[in-house]
């Protein structure tokens, strides 16, 4: 006979929103680094792609190739891509505003995708299946968050600390 209980227990407070509800420390474990991993996979490329910007004339070339394309408002295109490709990127390394980053990146692929990649399905043919995989990547952590291996964890755990410390 068993003696471990059957009655469901709600996840700590401090559980990433991926992992369920009384799901075993090391599944908790494991969806932290999943999305610690994913964060970096991710972060990693936006910083590259907003380094490359930079590389092949800065905003300014950026906004000149953006108008090439026929994207409406380079530069303003051009500026918020690589806001978001740099700073969100950097942000995303940290775990730091993640559902925000996340949201604002699948907006950037899916400007990606209206103004150059629509026509094609597959990366090689200048398609949006890339561009796809990483919109949906930035939708999944903006859903889950960041995960407690991550900045956006650590703000959280202080602010139910300081909760926690003031008389109610």
């Known amino acids: 006979m068993s003696t471990r209980s059957t009655t469901p227990t709600s996840a700590p407070a401090s559980?990433?929103?991926g992992a369920p509800a009384g799901a075993p420390a090391a599944r908790r474990a494991l969806v932290d680094v999943a999305l610690l991993v994913g964060r970096l996979a991710l972060g990693g490329v936006m910083i590259a792609h907003?380094?490359?910007k930079l590389?092949?004339?800065?905003?300014?070339?950026?906004a000149d190739g953006f108008a090439a394309m026929g994207i409406p408002a380079p530069t303003a295109a051009a500026a918020f891509a690589l806001a978001v490709e740099l700073g969100g990127g950097v942000l995303l390394l940290l775990g730091a505003l993640t559902p925000?980053?996340?949201?604002l990146w699948a907006l950037n692929m899916a400007g990606a995708w209206w103004f150059v990649h629509r026509d094609a399905f597959f990366a090689s043919d200048g398609g949006y299946e890339l561009v796809m995989a990483l919109a949906v990547l930035g939708l999944v952590l903006?859903?889950?968050g960041a995960g407690r291996l991550s900045v956006d964890a650590l703000v959280a755990r202080r602010r139910r600390t300081d909760r926690a410390a003031v008389p109610a």
């Open 50 to 52: 907003g380094l490359q």
């Open 100 to 103: 925000v980053v996340g949201v």
């Open 15 to 17: 559980a990433p929103t």
């Open 55 to 62: 590389d092949q004339g800065g905003l300014a070339g950026t």
């Open 142 to 144: 903006a859903a889950t």
